[in-house]
């Protein structure tokens, strides 16, 4: 069905969006929002005012979307706080790389100009794509999102406006103030005065968000997972909080990131000196636990799959782990060939101690080390791995140096990977690896994993290539396919070392 408001055309089911609004499904909070024409406020789904009548409710893809025509965001449901608008979902591959570049910043203080060379359109063309797909300009969409998280930080922390401004993306408290005001018909201050709960970090510089996913969310299998890969000194997984150190523009910091108390939500603390790399930081953390992913559209997509759907039931709402820092994923899948993930672990952590920045200040989180970064393992001598790991991961330091090659959404997968795999020692495995947890690209998949290659063989080991032909019908998810796979294979593995133990003990107990 295609909708028109303001003079837009969206494909969006109103039937499905009245549904939602009605039962508050949580499910697609975040994917659209209300309009009330009646108020000229615009709201989730899940929002707790009563019910407006149908007559004054209109729908937009996207809050910028929203904003753009007229509507305030509520106070009382907080768009600020949505899940983040899927990149993939139903948008063209320039959209969703746009998307990614302006959650980066790119718009924080280049042009669309720049932005729209940097995806081989026109500006022009970008535009006409942006309302086609999100209801809003590339200047909106990036407006919006400065805006959304400059009241996140007005409602949850005390930080004085010029540093919320600054943290926002702007450099003029007046520009701020002006838009802000625009947006929200209050000021900051006006803002601020209606909430007396808001936390003081200013003593101790700890920040609290509540960063709002779809759900379900298959948590237990995300800390599982990160957990056995955690690189000592670096990450921590203790009691199903994941803990890690964090280095922006030279200054050090760490991040703990946990469920939210009764809600669909992760619970971030972030201590870090300098508030105004608040915003990069979140979008980082949110990209890194795959916050923006509709469980839902996934789901379905493998519900009469032979090999996913028994998962479905097992593993509702298994999310693709991201990565905090690129480079830093792409040494430990180097570490990580021909060896096991114990082994590639080990080795991450022997890497670290000897190469890493010692982290100052934050010893009672149980971590030591900031990961080594390029400059540091262009030329070291890598005592204790194999010659053409070692070169590869010192080729690979150099090249992002010399610019050859970027961890951010510069590049389409399919380049990336062109450009990873020129390097001697890596191999496909490990640039699909990478570009599936560093790129965000739901499609990435290691068509080489041996695990992959056992757990869609019926007993026997597939040739990449059969796998490949396999893999067709799961996409654009097939790196949820993979994470299901894989999730499958470690609970054979678990239920096998549990029957072991069984036979085993019966063994010692009989007579």
Not at 253 to 261: H, I, S, T, Y
Not at 269 to 293: E, N
Not at 336 to 346: D, E, L, M, S
């Amino acid at each position: 069905m295609h909708l028109s408001w303001f003079g837009l055309t969206v494909e969006l089911d109103f039937k499905t969006c009245e549904q939602a609004r009605l039962s508050r499904d949580a499910r697609y909070d975040g994917r659209f929002f209300i309009g009330v024409t009646s108020t000229a406020i615009y709201c989730r789904c899940i929002c707790p005012a009563p019910s407006a009548k149908r007559q004054n409710v209109v729908y937009f893809p996207t809050a910028a979307a929203a904003a753009d025509a007229g509507f305030r965001p509520c106070l009382r449901c907080r768009p600020e706080t949505a899940p983040g608008t899927p990149a993939w979902n139903g948008t063209s591959a320039t959209v969703s790389r746009g998307l990614r570049l302006i959650s980066e910043g790119a718009l924080d203080g280049d042009s669309v100009e720049t932005l729209s060379a940097r995806l081989g359109v026109t500006s022009r063309h970008l535009d006409r794509l942006f309302m086609q797909h999100l209801g809003a300009s590339p200047i909106a969409v990036a407006q919006t999102r400065r805006l959304h998280f400059a009241k996140q930080l007005i409602s949850d922390t005390r930080l004085p406006m010029a540093q919320v401004a600054l943290a926002s993306g702007y450099q003029s408290i007046r520009r701020f103030n002006d838009r802000f005001s625009r947006l929200y018909g209050r000021t900051p201050t006006e803002l601020r005065r209606l909430n007396k709960s808001a936390s003081s970090p200013t003593e101790t510089d700890e920040y609290v968000f509540r960063l709002a996913y779809r759900p379900p969310y298959d948590w237990d299998s995300l800390i599982g997972f990160l957990a056995v890969r955690a690189i000592p000194g670096v990450e921590l997984v203790v009691s199903g909080t994941y803990r890690r150190s964090i280095e922006w523009n030279g200054q050090q910091g760490v991040l703990e990131v946990r469920p939210a108390k009764h809600m669909h939500a992760l619970e971030v603390h972030v201590l870090f000196p300098d508030s105004s790399a608040l915003l990069q930081i979140v979008t980082r953390i949110r990209t890194m636990f795959d916050l923006a992913a509709d469980p839902a559209v996934i789901m379905k997509s493998f519900q009469h799959d032979a090999l996913l759907a028994p998962q479905l039931k097992r593993h509702a709402g298994l999310r693709v782990p991201g990565s905090w820092d690129g480079f830093e994923l792409a040494v430990r899948a180097i570490l990580g060939q021909q060896v096991t993930v114990q082994g590639a672990t080990t080795l991450a952590g022997r890497l670290v101690q000897a190469y890493g920045k010692p982290l100052n200040g934050f010893q009672s989180f149980g971590l030591t080390h900031i990961f080594p970064r390029p400059e540091a393992l262009a030329a070291a001598r890598l005592g204790g791995l194999p010659k053409v790991r070692a070169n590869a991961i010192r080729s690979l330091a150099k090249a992002v140096l010399a610019g050859k090659l970027s961890f951010d959404s510069k590049l389409v997968s399919t380049e990336f990977v062109r450009r990873f795999t020129r390097i001697r020692g890596i191999g496909e495995w490990t640039a699909h690896y990478v570009a599936m947890r560093t790129l965000g690209d739901p499609d990435a998949f290691p068509q080489t994993d041996l695990g992959l290659l056992r757990a869609c063989g019926d007993g026997k080991r597939l040739t990449p290539a059969a796998l490949l032909k396999q893999a067709q019908v799961w996409r654009p998810w097939r790196a949820y396919a993979a994470m299901y796979l894989w999730r499958a294979s470690a609970d054979a593995q678990v239920k096998s070392r549990r029957t072991m133990k069984r036979r085993l003990d019966l063994c010692t107990t009989a007579p």
